[in-house]
C-alpha cells in the first residue's frame, strides 16, 4: 500500500511538472510570436483605436436584416478551427459569441498566413459581411482581420473552464471571459442598481454622496476600520453606514435623498459578508416606517419584474414570491409563532437572562431585556423567513436612532426585512428629537466603555443638526449585495462582487 501511494506520489509530481513545462513552452511561443510581429512593424500594441458599429447579440438577434451587410466588429477569439485554405473562429464580445468565415482568398496568403499565427485569447478587429453558413448558423464572412492586441497568457483548458473557486474570485477577468454565466450575473446586477435610480427618481429623489471617511462611523452597530490621514495628522474612520450624514441632509431642506455607495465593516467573511460592500439609504421627509414599508415592497416588485420579468422568482431551487403582499409581522409575534415564548410576559432584564440561559442562547453581560428579544429572533426565527416578511417594533435598546413607538416605550417603530432567511433592509421612523437621541448615545458610550465594540458613539455635530430641527422622516438601509444574489440566484455574496475581498496570497 504505502509503495503504491508513493507511485501515485511520485506520479502527481511528474504531471505537475510536465504541466509546468507545458505552460512555460506556451509563454515562450506566444512572447516569440509577439517579438516577431514587433520587428516587422506590426506591434498590436500601438493601435490605438478600431471602430466597432456592431455587436454579436444585434448581429444574431437582426440577422435577416443584416444578411449580406457590411458589419465591424471586435473581440477575443475564443476557439480556431483551420482547414486548409478556409478556416472559421468564434470571436466573442461584450454581448457574447458569434463564428466568423477566415479564407486565404479573402485575406491573401500573407493576411492568412498572419491569422492561423494567431492565438486563442487574441483579441482581433473583423470587417465583414453577415451569411448564414450550410448548417443555418449566422455568421460573418471576414474581408479584413487585424490583431488590436496579443494574449501572452493561455485561457484555461475550453472544456472545463475555470472551476477553480479561489481562482475564480482572484482573477475574475479571466472568469468573466470563460464564463457566460458570471458575466450575465454582473450585467443583470448593473441592470439592478439601474433600476432602483429610476424607480427613486420617478419618486422624486435627489442622489447625493457623503463623506467615506469619517470622525464618527456611526449608523450602525459594526466595528470600523481605522486609518491614519497623514495630512491632518488625525485618526480616521472607514463608515460603516450612510445614514447621519443623509439625515443632515434632511435637516438642510432636501426631503428626499438616497445615496448607493461602498461601506466598510471590520467583519468576517461568508457567504452572505464581506467587509466592502454596497449599501444603499434612503431618507424621506414628512413619512414614516409604514412609508417606508410601501415603498421597500413596491421597489423590490418592480426591481423583479423588470429585471426578471416576474415578481415570482426561484432562489437556489425555493420559489420566492414577491408578487403577494409582503407578511408583517412584530418581532415578539414572531419569537412567540417560532419559539413558544412570550416576552411580553417576561418584563425584566433578569427573567429575560434567566430565559436565555434555559436555552442555552449566550449573551453578554451589559445585555438587557431587547437585546435578549434579538438573540432570540436570530436563534428561532430569521431562518424561518422565507417568504418577503416585515419585521416590526423593534426592542429600544438595539435600535439608539428610531422612534419609540406611541403606547410603547420599550419598543420602536422599526422593521427589517427578511426574504429567504436573510435581512434584506433595515428601516426606522428616525427620532428626530435631539434629547431623546443624546440619552440614547449616552447608553451606547456607556457599552462601549462595558466592552461592545459595535456600539455607536455620541456625535455632537448629527446633535446639532437635530437641534437645528428635522422634520419627521422615514429612513432605510438595503444591502444591494443580497438584492443582486436573490434576483441572479446566486449562492454567495463573493459571486455578485467583481473583486470580493481574499486574503493574500504570500509570494
Not at 435627489?206 to 476600520?225: I, S
Amino acid at each position: 500500500m504505502a509503495e503504491q501511494q508513493n507511485t501515485n506520489t511520485a506520479q502527481g509530481q511528474n504531471k505537475g511538472q510536465q504541466k509546468e513545462q507545458d505552460l512555460n513552452q506556451i509563454l515562450k511561443v506566444r512572447r516569440e510570436k509577439l517579438k516577431t510581429l514587433q520587428d516587422a512593424g506590426n506591434d498590436p500594441f500601438l493601435i490605438t483605436t478600431y471602430d466597432v458599429d456592431h455587436h454579436s447579440a444585434d448581429i444574431l438577434a437582426d440577422a435577416d436584416a443584416l444578411m449580406e451587410q457590411t458589419v465591424s466588429i471586435a473581440g477575443r477569439m475564443m476557439s480556431k478551427r483551420v482547414m486548409g485554405k478556409a478556416s472559421f473562429c468564434h470571436i466573442q464580445d461584450k454581448l457574447g459569441r458569434i463564428q466568423c468565415y477566415v479564407s486565404r482568398d479573402d485575406l491573401g496568403d500573407d493576411g492568412y498566413k498572419a491569422f492561423k499565427k494567431m492565438d486563442i485569447g487574441d483579441i482581433v478587429g473583423i470587417k465583414g459581411f453577415v451569411f448564414r453558413t450550410k448548417t443555418g448558423e449566422v455568421s460573418v464572412h471576414v474581408k479584413s482581420l487585424i490583431l488590436l492586441s496579443k494574449s501572452l497568457q493561455p485561457l484555461p483548458e475550453k472544456f472545463h473552464g475555470l472551476q477553480d473557486t479561489d481562482i475564480r474570485y482572484r482573477q475574475r477577468y479571466v472568469d468573466l471571459i470563460m464564463n457566460e454565466e458570471v458575466r450575465t450575473a454582473f450585467i443583470k446586477r448593473s441592470q439592478i442598481i439601474r433600476e432602483i435610480r429610476k424607480f427613486l427618481d420617478g419618486r422624486d429623489f435627489m442622489e447625493v454622496e457623503t463623506p467615506m471617511l469619517v470622525d464618527n462611523a456611526g449608523g450602525a452597530a459594526a466595528r470600523p476600520f481605522v486609518t491614519h490621514y497623514n495630512a491632518l495628522d488625525e485618526d480616521k474612520k472607514l463608515r460603516i453606514s450612510l445614514e447621519l450624514y443623509l439625515k443632515r441632509l434632511i435637516v438642510g431642506g432636501l426631503e428626499r435623498v438616497y445615496e448607493i455607495g461602498r461601506v466598510f465593516r471590520n467583519e468576517g467573511l461568508d457567504t452572505k459578508h464581506n467587509p466592502e460592500f454596497t449599501l444603499m439609504e434612503l431618507y424621506q421627509a414628512y413619512t414614516d416606517y409604514n412609508g417606508m414599508m410601501e415603498l421597500t415592497e413596491s421597489m423590490f416588485r418592480h426591481v423583479a419584474r423588470t429585471v426578471c420579468g416576474s415578481a415570482v422568482i426561484t432562489y437556489q431551487g425555493k420559489e420566492i414570491d414577491m408578487e403577494k403582499p409582503f407578511r408583517r409581522l412584530t418581532m415578539i409575534d414572531a419569537i412567540r409563532e417560532y419559539a413558544g415564548v412570550d416576552f411580553d410576559q417576561v418584563t425584566t432584564d433578569e427573567a429575560a437572562r434567566a430565559l436565555a440561559d434555559e436555552r442555552h442562547i449566550e449573551y453578554e453581560d451589559f445585555h438587557k431585556r431587547g437585546d435578549i428579544i434579538n438573540l432570540f429572533f436570530d436563534e428561532y426565527c430569521e431562518d424561518k423567513m422565507i417568504q418577503p416578511t416585515f419585521i416590526m417594533d423593534h426592542p429600544i435598546e438595539i435600535s439608539p436612532l428610531t422612534k419609540k413607538k406611541p403606547g410603547h416605550p420599550e419598543q420602536v417603530e422599526r422593521f427589517e426585512l427578511y426574504i429567504n432567511g436573510w435581512e434584506m433592509c433595515n428601516a426606522y421612523s428616525e427620532l428626530n428629537d435631539p434629547i431623546d437621541q443624546r440619552e440614547r448615545f449616552a447608553a451606547q458610550d456607556a457599552n462601549a466603555a462595558a466592552g461592545d465594540e459595535e456600539a455607536q458613539h455620541t456625535d455632537e455635530d448629527f446633535l446639532y443638526a437635530l437641534e437645528v430641527g428635522m422634520p419627521p422622516t422615514g429612513g432605510i438601509g438595503y444591502g444591494i449585495d443580497r438584492l443582486v444574489m436573490l434576483l441572479t440566484d446566486s449562492a454567495a455574496i463573493r459571486d455578485v462582487l467583481l473583486f470580493p475581498t481574499l486574503k493574500s496570497v504570500k509570494e
